[in-house]
């Protein structure tokens, strides 16, 4: 998948007739011809930049535009490592589920919590135990109780063929990880 990058133009790439222009220092400069804002940016030995294409007139910019350009990855770097992606981590039980079993299962989808994923629980029924369905919703009440601290529901028991259905999202998602890694690389 390619992402789009958006062209800026620059300097004799600019089609407008007239720009409103910004200075080198953020003061604005005024509305004015292509060729005179053209002009001032030749004799600052900086480039015209267009920064808002879409308005009335188009908005230009005196700038370094190697410079803009670094800072314009920059941000879209940190805003990229600032993104959260959020996985749906499945967990399977069965009616007929052992105590230390269940245990296990729940410290894990408290674990996919914590790590801010969602968590889809969910019953298995086979053969004979479809009669049993109370059991698998006692299940996820359970499952539910347990984890109440770190999660909540967002999707309620549902059946889906063979299988009761509830999905648990997490509460808040926790930065401890990320302070870890930070301590390491500070302390060594």
Request: net charge positive.
């Amino acid at each position: 998948m390619q992402e789009k990058t958006q062209r800026v133009r620059i300097n004799r790439w600019i089609r407008a007739e007239t720009v409103r222009v910004i200075g080198p220092d953020g003061s604005q400069i005024g509305v004015m011809p292509l060729n005179r804002a053209l002009y001032i940016a030749k004799e600052l030995e900086l480039d015209l930049v267009e920064v808002a294409p879409t308005t009335k007139p188009p908005v230009c910019r005196i700038i370094d535009f190697g410079k803009y350009r670094y800072e314009q990855q920059k941000r879209e770097k940190s805003q990229k490592k600032q993104q959260r992606i959020q996985q749906m981590k499945e967990m399977t039980f069965r009616p007929s589920i052992g105590e230390h079993d269940f245990e296990v299962k729940v410290k894990h989808i408290r674990e996919f919590l914590e790590d801010g994923h969602k968590a889809k629980v969910m019953v298995q029924f086979r053969r004979g135990e479809m009669t049993h369905k109370d059991r698998g919703n006692q299940i996820l009440a359970k499952v539910e109780k347990e984890v109440e601290k770190v999660g909540k529901v967002v999707k309620p028991c549902y059946m889906l063929g063979k299988n009761l259905i509830m999905v648990l999202a997490p509460t808040e998602i926790r930065k401890e990880k990320n302070a870890k890694t930070e301590n390491k690389e500070i302390g060594g």
